[in-house]
């Protein structure tokens, strides 16, 4: 590619709504412009990008036996119905109604699609399965933002596999996190495997891959002693036991007034520490009101409650729902005597007298609480939000807490979609079984701005060699000079010919404007001809990531430049 016939349109300043680095510079760069709020078109430099983490994921896939398919974006309502996945996916799935008045839905993931097809297995002679497709998913992300990461249209490599029975299962899931361990240290990436929630996709477990990032929208709790890892969703830590002093026979109200926090109340005459106090708050379950119970000074973690009581939906309570349903606004609530509302609470809660809580009064609170003698809990869950600092689980050394970006997801689904679908084989006893099933996804754009995210600096994007546009720029210092142009035009199809991405950047500009752009644009390596260098038969030899600059013999600075790229490829 010669630079003066390339589309890269890069700017000089950053773009105003960007606060993450990858959109910044994606945008600065020439890699991409928005059409709308997270839609997203790829310039030629970035569908080059997306193309080499295409490659490398194909072949990884490819390598553990993945067979590629493309399904349609365009789904019948009817079939995700059949998994009841139409409600969990609610407003994030577009949906519409065709000319003739079908429901039709924008795929946003394909476990039903790929699980129809799967109909047509009838026997365990035909498993194991491995499907995969690289496709577009469509998702009405309700705050799309950060440039690639968080869009409501994106490429998705998403496998499938399917299995006779769990050790087959458990086979095909290792098999993925080894390929998808390779995939993200060949694109460049230092990616944490962490224990993750399996949020709508359900089944029995699920990996998520992390790459540390400010721009990140996960948190990761990781033990650096031991090796621990969870997305903070689910995470769990040691809690330090408190000892109780002894309570009254039965709890007593008093006067609070103008308490409304667990803090006022620390600091109330008579109040209580925070993990003293019994934090109370209202929840609506899938439409239905619950009480969730935490000790006072722990945090709730939502989708740990949407993932132990099984909600499609759990938000909490408007303050209008509070009083209607309590009598109290939030901040004087508590479960003393509740019997006609669901009561959920935390397991650092168990066993625990003597706490202080709401009244369901404003200004009245109640000390003395017995949690097994006055409260009644319907169920008690693993709730609390792991906070940096706190014991591991499994160690006890004290938890790192880090914003991450989630590039890579497996599941393992079990019979989740096979079953509801009626994709069954028939075993070697001629019994019919639900066959068993894994997915495994990998967003393309995204791991491109998680790749920004973790190779750049001030003067713009450092790719890594595996996924650079162009490998190599040669940089013509004065395009005028003939001898110049020559050397460059030579050296240039040297590169060529040896299978090397080079550009040429023979624009009639002042080379500050050439050696910025491509530091911004992020090219790996680059050759700069002068006709000082010339003169000698050198040119200029520069590291983008490293910055270091050495002069070589022209006439080896072909063979040096592929030797390079192809060890680093
Ligand atoms: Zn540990």
């Known amino acids: 590619m010669r630079w003066s016939r390339a589309f890269i349109p890069t700017l000089r300043d950053d773009p105003a709504d960007a606060e993450a680095v990858s959109h910044r510079l994606l945008v600065r760069a020439g890699y991409i412009r928005q059409l709308?709020?997270?839609?997203?078109?790829?310039?030629?430099?970035?569908?080059?990008?997306?193309?080499?983490?295409?490659?490398?994921?194909e072949e990884e896939i490819d390598r553990i036996g993945g067979q590629e398919f493309l399904l349609p974006a365009l789904h019948p309502e009817e079939i995700w119905d059949e998994t009841g996945r139409i409600e969990v996916m609610g407003?994030?799935?577009?949906?519409?109604?065709?000319?003739?008045?079908?429901?039709?839905?924008?795929?946003?993931?394909?476990?039903?699609?790929?699980?129809?097809?799967?109909?047509?297995?009838?026997?365990?002679?035909?498993?194991?399965?491995?499907?995969?497709?690289?496709?577009?998913?469509?998702?009405?992300?309700?705050?799309?933002?950060?440039?690639?990461?968080?869009?409501?249209?994106?490429?998705?490599?998403?496998?499938?596999?399917?299995?006779l029975d769990d050790a087959g299962l458990d086979e095909q899931f290792d098999a993925h996190f080894e390929a998808y361990s390779t995939i993200f240290r060949r694109l460049g990436m230092d990616a944490v495997a962490v224990e993750a929630s399996s949020g709508a996709m359900g089944g029995s477990g699920s990996i998520e891959f992390m790459v540390s990032s400010p721009s990140g929208e996960d948190d990761v709790a990781r033990c650096v002693n031991c090796g621990y890892a969870a997305n903070v969703e689910r995470a769990?830590?040691?809690?330090?036991?408190?000892?109780?002093?002894?309570?009254?026979?039965?709890?007593?109200?008093?006067?609070?007034p103008g308490v409304r926090t667990i803090e006022d109340l620390v600091t109330f005459p008579g109040g209580a520490d925070a993990d003293r106090q019994i934090k109370t708050l209202v929840y609506m379950i899938d439409g239905e009101p619950a009480l969730v119970l935490l000790?006072?000074?722990?945090?709730?973690?939502?989708?740990?409650?949407?993932?132990?009581?099984?909600?499609?939906?759990?938000?909490?309570?408007?303050?209008?729902?509070?009083?209607?349903?309590?009598?109290a606004d939030a901040g004087s609530l508590g479960a003393v005597g509740v019997s006609d509302i669901r009561v959920i609470a935390d397991q650092a809660l168990e066993g625990?007298?003597?706490?202080?809580?709401?009244?369901?009064?404003?200004?009245?609170?109640?000390?003395?609480?017995?949690?097994?003698?006055?409260?009644?809990?319907?169920?008690?869950?693993?709730?609390?939000?792991?906070?940096?600092?706190?014991?591991?689980?499994?160690?006890g050394e004290p938890l790192e807490v880090f914003s991450a970006i989630?590039?890579?997801?497996?599941?393992?689904?079990?019979?989740?979609?096979?079953?509801?679908?009626?994709?069954?084989?028939?075993?070697?006893?001629?019994?019919?079984?639900?066959?068993v099933m894994g997915s495994y996804g990998i967003g393309l754009e995204r791991n491109m701005a998680a790749i920004v995210e973790t190779h750049h600096d001030d003067k713009g994007i450092s790719w890594p060699v595996a996924v650079a546009p162009w490998e190599v720029v040669i940089t013509v210092v004065k395009v005028g000079d003939e001898a110049s142009m020559h050397a460059a035009e030579d050296l240039y199809a040297a590169?060529?010919?040896?299978?090397?991405?080079v550009i040429l950047d023979d624009r009639n500009e002042r080379p500050g404007v050439k050696f910025n752009d491509a530091?911004?644009?992020?090219?790996?390596?680059?050759?700069t001809i002068g006709p000082r260098g010339l003169a000698s038969g050198e040119a200029e030899f520069t590291t983008r990531a490293t910055g270091a600059t050495e002069n070589v013999a022209l006439a080896d600075a072909a063979a040096k430049v592929t030797e390079l790229v192809r060890a680093a490829r």
Request: glycine share 8%.
């Open 36 to 57: 709308m709020s997270g839609v997203y078109s790829l310039l030629p430099a970035a569908f080059r990008v997306r193309a080499k983490i295409r490659k490398v994921i």
């Open 91 to 163: 407003a994030e799935m577009f949906r519409f109604v065709d000319r003739r008045g079908a429901g039709i839905v924008l795929g946003m993931t394909h476990e039903e699609i790929f699980t129809t097809l799967a109909q047509e297995i009838t026997s365990y002679k035909q498993l194991p399965q491995l499907w995969y497709q690289i496709q577009t998913k469509l998702r009405d992300e309700p705050r799309p933002k950060s440039g690639l990461l968080r869009v409501r249209e994106f490429t998705m490599k998403d496998s499938y596999s399917f299995d």
């Open 236 to 256: 769990t830590s040691q809690v330090s036991a408190i000892v109780d002093e002894p309570g009254p026979d039965a709890p007593e109200k008093f006067a609070t």
């Open 295 to 327: 000790r006072g000074d722990h945090p709730l973690q939502e989708q740990k409650l949407a993932d132990q009581t099984g909600a499609i939906e759990a938000r909490p309570a408007h303050p209008e729902e509070i009083n209607d349903l309590m009598g």
């Open 352 to 395: 625990r007298t003597n706490m202080t809580t709401g009244a369901n009064e404003n200004d009245f609170h109640i000390r003395g609480v017995d949690v097994a003698r006055d409260i009644s809990v319907d169920a008690w869950y693993d709730l609390r939000e792991v906070q940096a600092g706190e014991p591991c689980v499994e160690c």
């Open 406 to 435: 989630e590039c890579g997801h497996i599941f393992k689904l079990g019979v989740k979609y096979s079953e509801p679908l009626g994709a069954t084989v028939l075993d070697e006893n001629g019994k019919a079984r639900p066959i």
């Open 495 to 501: 590169l060529q010919g040896a299978g090397v991405d």
């Open 519 to 527: 530091e911004l644009v992020g090219i790996p390596y680059r050759i």
